[in-house]
């Protein structure tokens, strides 16, 4: 099992186990060739956070939680 970067950009603390520990999903965007991101949502306040991600904007619709805005996006 991965372990998640130990950052948010909300400034959350994330665990490796336990109730602290993000989940992990992927996203599809388009700042990458191959345009995948290991994605993790904080526990604490619901942050989506992409891996190696360089524009949150051009995530895919489709691959993103509804209702989560540009302004619950970011990088890790």
Do not use: K, N, Y
Request: aromatic fraction near 6%; hydrophobic fraction near 30%; charged fraction near 15%.
């Amino acid at each position: 099992m991965r372990v998640p970067p130990p950052a948010c950009p909300a400034g959350h603390r994330w665990t490796t186990s336990g109730p602290g520990r993000p989940s992990e999903r992927f996203v599809t965007c388009g700042c990458t060739i191959d345009r995948h991101h290991t994605l993790w949502v904080c526990p604490t306040c619901g942050m989506h956070c992409a891996e190696g991600c360089h524009d949150v904007a051009l995530w895919a619709g489709s691959t993103v939680s509804v209702g989560i805005t540009v302004e619950r996006r970011g990088r890790v």
